[in-house]
């Protein structure tokens, strides 16, 4: 069945869709695109520090200034022994984000996180918070369907990005059972993404797929690469004063091994796929949103990391 999810994901790539609005009652909300779970930026094998399939767009703006909230719940053990405990491990983000036009067909959007991580040792607790890495992303709105030409409204984006180092990499946590328990990579990394929208009045599908190019920090560590999919069943109820969009979906996040020295890190590689369901609500210029995503099926770090939940609220103002 988790094969048979995968490949209906993989066929339905990224995209986003534009609907005639048909309220006599002026709305900002019905001039934007709706737009849901987007752009992943997960920094290591199983513990974004990022926030991985959280997204990186709002559902109802396509240009937008806000703040969002999210964390991650996770368990770790060092797998020396069959009775070892397991550690919890919370990871914290607050981001400023904004998606703006700069000409046409082109939007920008960018990230500037801050994190404030904290997990249990043998020893204690740990604690370690700073500004992360800086993530500017364009999307190209390679083709739309003409307004009113069919029942079926399809759209394709493609488009590129940067993550930027301005987060402080710890080369003592890349050592530990989680190497991700990170504020930073320490490296420029590259994105490449798709999305593709099939939306049919109310209803639509959302179905995103991204790659992550990561390099060698001046530590000597490399991430791993990283690839992200997801497909989101959404619908769009409008009415005279507010709009709200329910979602449920599918998330997954592939990860490629570390390197440190140019040499394989043992069970540094992974993957998990997540169910999600979320709901953001519009009004004025004003929109509020939540989700929430729970694990199917995962295999992080060999066994040695087990990822709990995510969620995440966000409250954005419409440009």
Known sequence: MKKIIIIFVLIFQFGF???????????????????????DFCDACGCSASGGSM?????LNTNFVGIR????????NDGLYSNSPWYKENFNTVQLWARIPVVKNVQVSTLIPYHFHSRERA???Q???????????????????????????HSLQIGTGVKIPTG??????????????????????????????????????????NYVIKTEND???????????????????????????????????????????NQKLRNTAGDILFSKIGFEVGKDQFSFGANAMLPINQNLTGGN???????????????
Do not use: C
């Not at 048909?22 to 779970?37: C, D, M, R, V």
């Not at 997204?55 to 559902?59: E, L, N």
């Not at 990391?305 to 440009?319: C, E, G, Q, T």
């Open 17 to 39: 869709a534009k609907e005639k609005d048909t309220l006599s009652i002026e709305n900002p909300f019905l001039k934007h695109h709706i737009q849901f779970e987007k752009y």
């Open 55 to 59: 997204g990186f767009a709002s559902m």
């Open 69 to 76: 909230y999210f964390n991650q719940s996770y368990e770790s």
């Open 123 to 125: 020893v204690g607790r």
């Open 127 to 153: 604690n370690i918070d700073g500004l992360g890495d800086i993530t500017v992303l364009a999307m190209y709105q390679l083709y739309e369907t003409k307004k009113d030409s069919t029942s079926f409204v």
């Open 168 to 209: 402080t990499f710890d080369e003592t946590n890349s050592g530990a059972v989680n190497p991700s328990f990170q504020v930073g990579t320490g490296s420029w990394d590259y994105l490449l993404a798709t999305e593709y929208v099939i939306k049919h009045k109310q209803f639509g599908l959302n179905s995103m797929l």
């Open 219 to 261: 530590k000597n560590y490399r991430f791993g690469n990283q690839l992200n999919y997801a497909s989101t069943l959404f619908y769009w109820y409008e009415a005279s004063k507010f709009v709200i969009a329910p979602q449920i979906g599918i998330a997954g996040e592939v990860y490629a091994d570390n390197y440190q020295h």
């Open 305 to 319: 990391v087990k990822a709990n939940y995510r969620w995440s609220v966000n409250l954005n103002y419409s440009l």
